[in-house]
């Protein structure tokens, strides 16, 4: 026990210290209940099993190689001050987010979503490669001019849903309604049309 507990409390100075940058090669779970913040970057490696049932406060990137990642039942808080990027070779899933980041987040990876999706402050930038994701049966809140995606958003199902795309600095939403059938749609907005006869 005296060999374990040295172990447990040189782990948790992890999180204390500001800018350090933690790094999961192991099994990482944030418990129902429990707050957990973060400065500095964060990195999962494909051998790191992190699951967050609990409250996760981000302020630095994100890296995660962690195949087959689960949602867990937590939220994501990506609340930092300075721009924020998600990065890895496998796409990064939590149950809930909350995206509160004047400086903006950058997708360089999927960020995919379970549950809901809260739109605080900032703009979401993805690319052609890297969506952020709403799963079956997730929703989001509070998108506006201010904070919205600019670029590719994924949804997957068979209900009706409102994009929340725009260009950066208008929010323009795009609905996909009455689908027969589980479906992925890939959509963006689209600055500029390059013909006007053609939608």
């Known amino acids: 026990m005296k060999k374990i507990l040295p172990?447990?409390?040189l782990f948790a100075s992890g999180f204390a210290s500001?800018?350090?940058?933690?790094?999961?090669?192991g099994n990482l779970q944030v418990h129902s209940g429990t707050s957990i913040?973060?400065?500095?970057?964060?990195?999962?490696?494909?051998?790191g099993v992190f699951i967050n049932n609990g409250n996760l406060y981000l302020r630095g990137n994100i890296t995660n190689d962690q195949a087959s990642m689960a949602a867990g039942a937590g939220t994501l808080y990506l609340n930092g001050t300075s721009a924020q990027q998600l990065s890895?070779?496998?796409?990064?899933?939590?149950?809930?987010l909350e995206t509160n980041n004047t400086a903006g987040i950058t997708l360089n990876n999927n960020l995919r979503i379970?549950?809901?999706?809260?739109?605080?402050?900032?703009?979401?930038?993805t690319s052609a490669t890297n969506f952020l994701v709403y799963e079956a049966g997730s929703s989001y809140t509070g998108d506006a001019d201010s904070r919205h995606v600019n670029g590719w958003v994924k949804k997957i199902g068979?209900?009706?849903f409102i994009y929340p795309?725009?260009?950066?600095?208008?929010?323009?939403?795009?609905?996909v309604a009455n689908l027969s059938a589980a479906s992925e749609f890939n959509v963006r907005h689209r600055t500029t049309t390059p013909n006007y006869n053609t939608v």
């Not at 500001?18 to 090669?25: D, E, R, S, V």
């Open 37 to 47: 913040t973060g400065f500095g970057n964060v990195v999962n490696t494909s051998t």
């Open 165 to 175: 795309v725009g260009n950066g600095t208008y929010a323009r939403r795009i609905t």
């Open 88 to 96: 890895g070779a496998q796409a990064f899933r939590t149950f809930r």
């Open 18 to 25: 500001a800018q350090q940058t933690m790094t999961n090669f």
């Open 7 to 9: 172990a447990i409390l």
């Open 158 to 160: 068979s209900t009706n």
């Open 114 to 125: 379970a549950d809901l999706h809260t739109f605080t402050n900032g703009i979401i930038t």
